[in-house]
C-alpha cells in the first residue's frame, strides 16, 4: 500500500506541476491581453484627441467659411447698390442732357426773338 500511496504523491505532484505550469501560462495570456488591452486605450485615446483637433479644425474652418459667405453677401449688396447709383446717376446725365439742349434751344429763341425785336425797333427808328 504504502508503493500505491507513493504512486498517488507522485501523481498529486505531477497534477499540481501541471496545474502549476497551466495557471502561469494562462497568467502569461493574461498579460499579454492587458498590454495589448492597454496599446488599444492608448491608440483610441490618441484618435480622440486626433477627432478632436479635426473637429475643432473642421469648426473652425465652417466659422471661416460662413465669415466669408458674409463678407461676399455684404459686397455685393454694396456692388449692388453702387450699380443703382450709377443707373440713376446715368438717368439723372441723361434727364440734365436734354434740360440743356432744350434751354439751349430756349436760348436760341430767345436770341432770335430779341434780334427780331432790334430789327423791328430799328425799322421803327
Not at 492608448?42 to 474652418?61: I, V
Not at 442732357?97 to 432744350?102: C, F, T, V, W, Y
Request: without cysteine.
Amino acid at each position: 500500500m504504502k508503493g500505491i500511496s507513493g504512486i498517488l504523491k507522485k501523481q498529486l505532484a505531477m497534477s499540481e506541476l501541471q496545474n502549476d505550469a497551466q495557471i502561469a501560462e494562462k497568467d502569461t495570456e493574461i498579460s499579454k491581453k492587458a498590454a495589448q488591452l492597454a496599446e488599444i486605450q492608448a491608440e483610441k485615446k490618441s484618435l480622440e484627441r486626433k477627432l478632436g483637433e479635426s473637429k475643432k479644425f473642421l469648426g473652425d474652418s465652417e466659422e471661416k467659411d460662413s465669415k466669408q459667405a458674409t463678407k461676399i453677401r455684404e459686397v455685393q449688396a454694396e456692388k449692388d447698390r453702387l450699380e443703382g447709383q450709377l443707373e440713376e446717376s446715368e438717368k439723372l446725365r441723361e434727364v440734365l442732357r436734354k434740360n440743356m439742349e432744350a434751354s439751349g434751344k430756349d436760348l436760341e429763341n430767345s436770341r432770335k426773338s430779341l434780334k427780331d425785336k432790334d430789327r423791328e425797333l430799328m425799322k421803327v427808328k
